[in-house]
């Protein structure tokens, strides 16, 4: 059984930061991709920021030069640090992996809620 298990939420002020970490662990073999999505209140789930099993990202235009994704492949972990935060950005966040086995697996979520 697979389990990602995200931290590093909570509350912050505008213009603060947070990082948030996700772990996998169980039968999860050849990732191919790790990354972060996010549900606000009344809106659809959004990507966030990937990056693939050679280091190339891709970000939301909303969070570019604002966040950084990365990630550590034996460990099967990706952080988000999230600097410059915005209240817009408050959202439940949402550790996802692809594998390269066709399989997507997601956490159970983490709250950031960034005040004004």
């Known amino acids: 059984q697979v389990q990602l298990v995200e931290s590093g939420g909570g509350l912050v002020q505008a213009g603060g930061s947070l990082r948030l970490s996700c772990a996998a662990s169980?039968?999860?073999?050849?990732?191919?991709?790790m990354g972060w999505y996010r549900q606000a209140p009344g809106k659809q789930r959004e990507m966030v920021a990937l990056?693939?099993?050679?280091?190339?990202?891709n970000y939301a235009d909303s969070v570019k030069g604002r966040f950084t994704i990365s990630r550590d492949g034996a460990k099967k972990t990706t952080d988000l640090q999230m600097n410059s935060l915005k209240p817009e950005d408050t959202a439940v966040y949402y550790c996802y992996i692809y594998s390269n086995y066709g399989r997507s697996y997601w956490g159970q979520g983490t709250q950031v809620t960034v005040s004004p």
């Open positions: 169980g039968s999860i073999f050849s990732i191919n991709t």
């Open positions: 990056i693939g099993s050679g280091g190339s990202t």
